[in-house]
């Protein structure tokens, strides 16, 4: 069983920067793909950025704003985003599948409210 364990999310004013984690209980390396997703209340579960590989693939609402990053030595995956509006209040999932045909893991969420 694969864990994934958000961390990072909080209060953060329209215009501020956060900076997400998602720690693995295995290599990240070892993922086929891995990413974030979120959701806002009332909507449906959005696609934000994803790693495969050395391809990085964004979500059209991120804007150029946000950058997904590996970080080997600590073993997560990082979600830097800037230029927060109120619009990207949501809970932030961590995802990760280890192969193409895999229903994939999913961590627990962390909340990011953007508010003056």
């Known amino acids: 069983q694969v864990q994934l364990v958000e961390s990072g999310g909080g209060l953060v004013q329209p215009g501020g920067s956060l900076t997400l984690s998602c720690a693995a209980s295995?290599?990240?390396?070892?993922?086929?793909?891995v990413g974030w997703y979120r959701q806002a209340p009332g909507e449906q579960r959005e696609f934000v950025a994803k790693?495969?590989?050395?391809?990085?693939e964004y979500g059209g609402s991120t804007g150029g704003r946000f950058e997904i990053s590996r970080d080997i030595a600590k073993n997560t995956v990082d979600l830097q985003m800037s230029n927060l509006s109120p619009d990207d209040t949501a809970v932030y999932y961590c995802?990760?599948?280890?192969?193409?045909?895999?229903?994939?893991?999913w961590g627990q969420g962390t909340q990011v409210t953007v508010s003056s």
């Open positions: 995802y990760g599948r280890i192969s193409p045909d895999s229903s994939g893991y």
């Open positions: 295995r290599s990240i390396a070892s993922f086929y793909d």
């Open positions: 790693l495969r590989g050395g391809t990085m």
